[in-house]
């Protein structure tokens, strides 16, 4: 069993940058696949970042390539997502997401999930 919670979010410019935190509980985080997906009002979620236990395996969607960046701490229980260039088109609801599976673009990889911090993105 895996608890997240997502902290970090908030209201920005275009252009500028947000950290988002995962604070993960449970004994199986250390060996969980770690996913970021986001949601925006009316839209499906969509994948956004995801990263393996050992961190070697990372992937992104291709609209955030270049512009964030997906971390993790497995002594502190916590993966990050870095965000810079932030756009108003990455205005969404952002969730943590969590399994023992490898990386996974799909929701349905995932079988915990945290509540979402909202990401807001002003032109």
């Known amino acids: 069993q895996v608890q997240l919670v997502e902290s970090g979010g908030g209201l920005v410019q275009a252009g500028g940058s947000l950290k988002l935190s995962c604070a993960a509980s449970?004994?199986?985080?250390?060996?969980?696949?770690m996913g970021w997906f986001r949601q925006a009002p009316g839209k499906e979620r969509e994948f956004v970042a995801t990263?393996?236990?050992?961190?070697?395996?990372?992937i992104y969607a291709d609209s955030v390539k270049g512009r964030f960046a997906i971390s993790r701490d497995n002594a502190r229980n916590a993966v990050y997502l870095q965000m810079n260039d932030l756009k108003p088109e990455d205005t969404a609801n952002y969730y943590c997401?969590?399994?023992?599976?490898?990386?996974?673009?799909?929701?349905?990889?995932?079988?915990?999930w945290g509540q979402g911090t909202q990401v807001t993105v002003s032109s």
């Open positions: 997401a969590a399994d023992r599976v490898g990386p996974s673009q799909f929701t349905s990889g995932y079988k915990y």
């Open positions: 449970g004994r199986s985080f250390s060996r969980s696949t």
């Open positions: 990263i393996a236990w050992t961190g070697s395996s990372i």
